[in-house]
Structure formats: structure tokens, C-alpha cells
């Protein structure tokens, strides 16, 4: 792994930049649409590259209809 500084958001942090509701995000970190992590029992971490990812994923299927 490289030195560079891996950007991470709390679960609130990535809320707000979805602009979805607690469940909505709750549901995309519990099936893997989203790429996140625990520390511990219920503090989520979520890398910016997995946010971004998941949004170039969606931008992508809202093109391809």
C-alpha cells in the first residue's frame, strides 16, 4: 500500500453528500452497493473512492435508459 492519504467520510458525512435518508444509506452500506467499512459496531467509515465510484455508477445507469 502506498503512502497516500485515503480519504474517509463518517456515515453522516456520506449522507449528506447523497443527499439520502439514513435507511437509504443503511441499505446501500448493508448490500455492498456502497463500499464501506465498521470500526466497531455502528461507526461506518466509507472511502471517497467508493463514494465516487457509486456515483459514476449511478450517473452512468441514469444515461444508459
Do not use: H
Request: hydrophobic share 35%; proline share 2%.
Amino acid at each position: 500500500m502506498s503512502n497516500k492519504n485515503i480519504a474517509l467520510y463518517t456515515f453522516e458525512e456520506a449522507r449528506e453528500i447523497l443527499k439520502c435518508s439514513k435507511v437509504r444509506l443503511r441499505e446501500l452500506l448493508d448490500t455492498g452497493e456502497l463500499r464501506g467499512f465498521r470500526l466497531g459496531k455502528y461507526k461506518w467509515r466509507i472511502p471517497e473512492e467508493a463514494l465516487l465510484d457509486y456515483i459514476k455508477k449511478q450517473m452512468t445507469a441514469q444515461t444508459d435508459k
